[in-house]
């Protein structure tokens, strides 16, 4: 299943970039992330790994993401546990002097005999992805 939206921020590409690279913010801007801690230090790079846990009703689920890509404009974020694969695709743009265009795009592949839940879980994961595009807009706006 997937999710896209696009959105502008007031705020600057770099911070833009700089707040969503860290995938520990998830806690602030992702809506059933209850936590997510970095296995390593130093500024986020290609190879970073966080222990990320998420709460859906009463399932709690938890995957370690590893950064995968990381340019000027996009970040690619791998979760993966023994029931789920995640990727979260960001890019953005600046379309302005402090003015910058993100493109989340979330993609949730089940495995298993959990493929059964897609339907399911589809609803939520879409409801989600509003709260998601107000967050993020709150978390870079204060830090802008």
């Known amino acids: 299943m997937e999710v ?48 990320n846990t998420t709460k859906m009703g009463r399932s709690t689920t938890e995957l370690v993401y590893e950064l995968t890509e990381l340019t000027d404009t996009g970040l690619v974020f791998r979760g993966e546990n023994g029931s789920v694969v995640a990727e979260d695709h960001i890019t953005f743009v600046e379309t302005g002097p402090g003015r910058t265009r993100i493109t989340y795009h979330a993609t949730l592949s089940f495995k298993g005999f959990r493929k059964l839940a897609d339907p399911i879980a589809k609803l939520g994961f879409t409801r989600l992805a509003k709260d998601v595009v107000a967050n993020i807009t709150r978390e870079v706006e204060k830090r802008a």
């Open 4 to 51: 896209s939206r696009t959105f502008d921020v007031s705020a600057p590409r770099e911070v833009v970039r700089t707040y969503l690279a860290d995938f520990s913010n998830t806690v602030e801007w992702d809506p059933p992330t209850v936590k997510c801690v970095r296995r390593d230090a130093g500024e986020p790079r290609v190879g970073s790994t966080w222990d």
